[in-house]
């Protein structure tokens, strides 16, 4: 295959497209020269670094609109450490998992320890979205709002009939920031701040309800071992004191108020909303009148809008697209390693303009047409 140079006036301006680490905007780094050096390379139990922990605790509460008594409690090791710290301060005796992909069934794997009752596990194939039903002797429910390995989103949503007290637990780490939802809804709305909030990965934040926020502290008094790590009273009482239990990454946080902040002052999350269901529509569309291309998630309603997944017929290898894409600088379009689909996986996140789309459909127009 000759290579295939897309003409620089087709390319957008800025090539990153992946599902995290995922693309900033140049005023955050910009912001972070100008105001955030400074506080590289000082103490975050000074007040410089715990008055931007506290910002990003109440602007997030102002971005999800909490309803009286959620509060954010943060810590280090991304999502994947929350699964642990989760399975250890928040599922009681058992737990029911949504599972129709990759990080779903990881949260599954955590919730599967000694001192649990092996979870249920409600699965279906990947592309597809299955739901939760009542169960007695559940104690917490646990899906993923948006599928990063499939592009699947879930409604936000009690179901009802389960026990008293049960929890449900959101896995936000692709969702939150772009897409709206009524926090009412959940009692755990958790995420890492490397995807909407176009900051770096190694932390967690994770919005609590009075309900979970009691469990934690029920289950910390109960005996069970659990390692001060993994311990979310532990975070707890470090968070309500704008602090972590251990030394965060300054210029993360500092990456993830700016995202915050510029959400909040450009129109909240129903504006973030709405942006990423215009970027999204974009391709669906695109796939939709394409005569090689499809989206992979069927269902309209399930299709998500913050990570669009596409499939393409068996005469178009979707491997040298990706190739030609990366090789003219629009990185990271690779479907999910493990899927095995002959697909592209474009993330829409609120840190990408529409125009942006559109600039990137116009490039897979011309290097289909290069390979047709
Ligand atoms: C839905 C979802 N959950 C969890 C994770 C894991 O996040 P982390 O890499 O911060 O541990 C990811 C990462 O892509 C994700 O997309």
Redesign the pocket.
């Known amino acids: 295959m000759a290579d295939i140079k897309i003409p620089a006036n087709l390319l957008p301006k800025d090539g990153r497209f992946g ?2 680490p995922s693309r900033t905007r140049p005023e955050q780094l910009a912001n972070f020269l100008s105001e955030g050096a400074s506080l590289i390379g000082t103490s975050h139990r000074q007040a410089a670094v715990k008055n931007m922990v506290g910002d990003i605790r109440s602007g997030l509460l102002e971005l999800f609109r909490a309803p009286e008594g959620y509060e954010v409690i943060l810590g280090n090791g ?4 929350f699964w642990d710290a989760a399975a250890f301060s928040l599922v009681e005796n058992k737990a029911q998992a949504l599972v129709h992909g990759e ?1 779903g069934s ?1 949260f599954a794997k955590a919730l599967k320890t000694p001192w649990l009752e092996a979870p249920t596990i409600r699965s279906s194939e990947p592309g597809t979205l299955n739901h939760l039903v009542p169960e007695a002797g559940v104690d917490a429910y646990v899906y ?1 709002q ?3 390995s499939t592009g699947v989103i879930a409604p936000v949503q009690r179901v009802e009939g389960v026990d008293e007290g049960a929890l449900f637990m959101t ?1 936000a ?2 969702a939150a920031g772009g897409v709206d939802f009524d926090l009412s809804q959940t009692d755990v709305y958790y995420f ?1 701040p ?2 909407n909030f176009a900051s770096d ?1 190694g932390l ?1 934040v994770a919005v609590v309800s009075p309900a979970a926020i009691e469990r934690i502290e029920r289950i910390s008094s109960s005996g069970r071992y659990i390692p001060e790590f993994l311990s979310l009273k532990v975070a707890l009482d470090n968070s309500r004191l704008n602090q972590t239990l251990n030394t965060p990454a300054i210029a993360t946080l500092f990456m993830l108020l700016d995202q915050i902040r510029w959400i909040n002052k450009s129109g909240g999350l129903s504006w973030a909303d709405a942006r990423t269901k215009e970027s999204s529509k974009l391709l669906y569309d695109w796939a939709h009148h394409s005569k090689i291309a499809f989206p992979f998630v069927e269902n309209r309603d399930h299709q998500s809008q913050v990570v669009v997944t596409i499939d393409f017929e068996d005469s178009m290898d979707a491997t040298l697209i990706t190739k030609a894409l990366r090789a003219n600088g629009i990185l990271d379009v690779e479907p999910y390693r493990k899927l095995g689909k002959n697909q592209i996986r474009v993330a829409t996140f609120v840190a990408t303009d529409p125009s942006e789309v559109s600039a990137l459909i116009t490039c897979l127009d011309y290097v289909i047409d290069a390979l047709s």
């Not at 991304?78 to 450490?81: P, V």
Request: proline content about 5%.
């Open positions: 599902c995290g991304g999502s994947t450490a990080f990881k993923p948006n599928e990063t896995d780490t692709s890492a490397q995807k990965g967690w």
